[in-house]
């Protein structure tokens, strides 16, 4: 959500940070806002003046009875039913005016950080470092094909049961599958200092509308309808959306909170691993074979809540918190900085971690770190008192894959791959695996 006293104060500074992410005209975007927010005020001017005025009346038909003039009397009390009549007309306009304005400001995206790039898509991102050494040569069959070879990816058996973009995974693909999830959040706990949460994957729309997802991505969410399905969702009661990524629950856990200066003396980190669920309604057509893109999967999530002053300096720590577990791993990626018109919804700034695929013979993304600044903690109002100080502030919260465990199983696959179809185990994850240290067809 934005501050709809910055957008009064500098309108041309929105119009250029909306443009530049690819609103479509801006300036007239702007000029309804304000002009929504003049007829605003000034409903909520006209209702506190007759407020004013009816209560100044209430207290003179009081005086003007004591004094038995009963003509006075009964004007004023003709005058106090007319006011009522002007309240609740203004109360009416503030809360239309009220509810356009909020519907307007809620479906618009962040304004991006100074030093993101400008660009409208994946193809004007800023490379900012690469890490370790493509594999190009051997072996370099897709992941779809190496775990079907072993048996142990079965998309048919998930076909059958749940339709396109499921998959069954077996045997010790799975149990490898589990080992990275456990791998990632003891690292990220033990070494990194996030504290481990088991978040609900259930959330209410307030919760979802709080990161950014809706009321703009719906088509991409799942929804679990306890009343009419077909309800419009903005006036849904009691229904519940299955959770696209843990930062939704993570971050709504300060929803509507004020946190004490001490509180944050030192970021909240938080991270989770979960089962996440997207309906995947803008990629059709994009990844409909193997692991890249399911509609389930499970994801390292990394999340962060602290003041203004120290959320640049928590992006890039939690963006290394992602990378060291790539180089843990032992897998080459890239680091890539994210243009204006490719960044997500909610974020000022993004960096992707994009790790190599052999059988692609390209980087492709494995983690996205975003810091979203205050955006967020307005659409949630979750704010932190400073000492000594009477105003609050609104809190800046951070996103980002550590990683997403779907993605590094595939990674991890095609890059460990022999030439025999079998599957190195990488060394750090031995001892999740029992001292395993290759998947062989049984």
Known sequence: MHDIRAIRDNPAAFVAGWSSRGVENAQSVVDQILALDVDLRAAQTAGQEALAKRNAASKAIGAAMGKKD?????????????????????????????????????????????????????????EVSKWGTPRTEGPAKDHADLGE?????????????????????????????????????????????????????????HAIFGTGQLPKFKEDLFRAAD?????????IEGNRWLIPTAEVSLTNLVREQVLSDEDVA????????????????????????GLIRQHQFQKVELVSICKPEDSEAEHERMTGCAEAVLQALELPYRKVLLCKGDMGFSARKTYDLEVWLPSQNTYREISSCSNCGDF????MDARFKRAGEKKTEYLHT?????????????????????????????????????????????
């Open 149 to 205: 070879a072993l048996k142990m990816i079965d998309f048919e058996g998930a076909a059958r049961m749940s339709g396109a973009r499921f998959a069954v995974i077996k045997g010790q693909l799975a149990r490898l599958e589990r080992a990275l999830g456990q791998f990632m959040l003891d690292m990220q706990t033990t070494q990194n200092g996030y504290t481990e949460v088991n978040p609900p994957l259930l959330v209410r729309d």
């Open 266 to 289: 030192q970021p909240i980190r938080m991270t989770a691993l979960t089962y996440c669920f997207r309906a995947e309604a803008g990629s059709a057509g994009r990844d409909t074979r």
């Open 227 to 235: 009343g009419d399905p077909d309800a419009d969702v903005e006036h």
């Open 70 to 126: 009963m003509a006075e009397a009964e004007r004023l009390k003709a005058e106090v039913e007319t006011l009522k009549g002007v309240i609740a007309e203004a109360g009416e306009a503030e809360a239309a005016k009220g509810g356009e304005l909020r519907d307007l400001l809620a479906g618009l995206k962040n304004i991006a950080a100074d030093d993101v790039p400008d660009g409208a898509d994946e193809n004007d991102n800023v």
């Open 376 to 379: 967020q903690a307005r659409r």
């Open 398 to 442: 951070l996103n980002g894959s550590g990683l997403a465990v779907g993605r590094t199983l595939v990674a991890v696959m095609e890059n460990y791959q022999r030439e025999d179809g079998s599957i190195a185990v990488p060394t750090v994850l031995q001892p999740y695996m029992g001292g395993l240290t290759a998947i062989a067809a049984a």
